[in-house]
Nanobody, 124 residues
Framework: EVQLVESGGGLVQAGGSLRLSCAVS????????LAWFRQAPGKEREGISCLEVYEGRTEYADFVKGRFTISTDTDKRMLYLQMNSLKPEDTAVYFC?????????????????WGQGTQVTVSS
């Protein structure tokens, strides 16, 4: 079973930046997809970005394009989300997720493995 642990959340002013990290217990040897999601109070979990580890393809939700960047360090078994130009509406609990699949999707139903989440709060 893949285990994931997020870190790096916190309180930041609008316009600021944060980098979230996700420690991944294993990357596997092929067909591995990683993703970031978020969930605000009273809202459904939504996909932010995903990455196909061995294919190199990334995907972003429209609302973060140009502001957020997903990346990995396979040697360290880490997943990152660099978040710039943060807005109050980015306030949510952020989750990383993994799936043993070649394709990554921005649907939470695609992923079997989840971290516990880290809170990001953006003040106006």
């Amino acid at each position: 079973e893949v285990q994931l642990v997020e870190s790096g959340g916190g309180l930041v002013q609008a316009g600021g930046s944060l980098r979230l990290s996700c420690a991944v217990s294993e990357f596997g040897t092929d067909d591995f997809a990683l993703a970031w999601f978020r969930q605000a109070p009273g809202k459904e979990r939504e996909g932010i970005s995903c990455l196909e580890v061995y294919e190199g393809r990334t995907e972003y939700a429209d609302f973060v394009k140009g502001r957020f960047t997903i990346s990995t360090d396979t040697d360290k078994r880490m997943l990152y989300l660099q978040m710039n130009s943060l807005k109050p509406e980015d306030t949510a609990v952020y989750f990383c997720a993994a799936e043993r699949a070649e394709l990554c999707l921005l649907s939470p139903h695609w992923y079997d493995y989840w971290g516990q989440g880290t809170q990001v709060t953006v003040s106006s």
